[in-house]
């Protein structure tokens, strides 16, 4: 089927729609200038692995290296602007077709793009908080403290550490990630799954959940097989089309 047709499906699908809802990766912000993990060759885990450098063993065992290697890409996001593929996404809720996108992305540009119902199942890159006492403080606080000099962040009230409000390999789930599961399995028919592997856990049992796939994803994913219809392009390009027919 070519693209026109398969943009096309795509619309009558989500035109049927009881309960749209869209999961997104890394890949919906690649065009935002944000590398994804796993694309051959530009995936960021290709130069850092990140079973090695984003995980809670690292950020509690050698948190000098945690600021130094894993953090880096976290303060990277600050710059960064929604695209066509996250603006397609606000067009969407606001016209009530969507009724709320879960997201793997930490870089807040749902948030930024002004998407209202978001679950952000991996944290975000807004807040910190210290591991002692928890206190709040604004992610950038962390980014601050980095600036002057300072190897670990540390809490103005006990000294403990500061650490960002994201999920690192071995941290347990958000309550964001619990309110996703029970909204998709009581009230989705439809995931429209963009910019994403599908191939972390637990987030990748959620397609499993639904009984109707779009899949926008560049490579293949391990749920091409089950999907209505799953569309090689960008997505930025392959929202704003689909746009066009609803
Ligand atoms: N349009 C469509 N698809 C794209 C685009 C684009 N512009 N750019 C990249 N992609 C696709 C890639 O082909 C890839 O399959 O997006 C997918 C991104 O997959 P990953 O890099 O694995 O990102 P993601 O699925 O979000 O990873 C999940 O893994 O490391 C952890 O916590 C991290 O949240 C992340 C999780
Ligand atoms: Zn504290």
Redesign the pocket.
């Known amino acids: 089927m070519d693209y026109n047709k398969k943009i096309q499906k795509a619309a009558q699908i989500i035109k049927r729609a009881k309960g749209l809802y869209c999961l997104?990766?890394?890949?919906?912000?690649?065009?935002s200038g944000i590398p994804?993990?796993?694309?051959?060759k530009t995936?960021?885990?290709e130069k850092i692995d990140?079973i090695k450098e984003?995980t809670v063993q690292v950020l509690y065992n050698n948190p000098a290296r945690f600021y130094k290697i894993a953090f880096p890409r976290y303060a990277s996001f600050r710059n960064a602007k929604p695209n066509n593929?996250h603006k397609a996404l606000v067009e969407l809720e606001s016209k009530g077709i969507l009724r709320g996108i879960i997201t793997?992305?930490?870089d807040n540009l749902h948030y930024k793009a002004g998407s209202r119902k978001v679950w952000e199942v991996?944290g975000n890159t807004r807040k910190s908080y210290c591991v002692g006492c928890y206190v709040e403080y604004p992610f950038d606080e962390i980014i601050t403290q980095l600036e002057k000099g300072i190897e670990v962040p540390q809490c103005k009230k006990c000294s403990e550490m500061i650490r960002p409000d994201?999920?690192l390999?071995g941290d347990s789930m958000p309550d964001d990630y619990y309110q996703a599961v029970a909204e998709i399995r009581e009230k989705c028919d439809i995931l429209l799954v963009?910019?994403?592997?599908?191939?972390?856990q637990p987030?990748?049992t959620l397609p499993g959940m639904v009984s109707s796939l779009i899949i926008?994803?560049?490579?293949?994913?391990p749920y091409d097989y089950r999907a209505e219809v799953v569309i090689?392009?960008?997505?930025?390009k392959?929202l704003m089309d689909i746009l066009t027919y609803l």
């Open positions: 997104t990766g890394a890949g919906i912000s690649t065009e994804d993990f796993r694309s051959p995936g960021l885990w990140p984003s593929g793997q992305n930490i991996h994201i999920v390999f963009v910019g994403s592997s599908l191939q972390v987030v990748s926008i994803n560049l490579q293949p994913t090689r392009e960008k997505a930025g392959a």
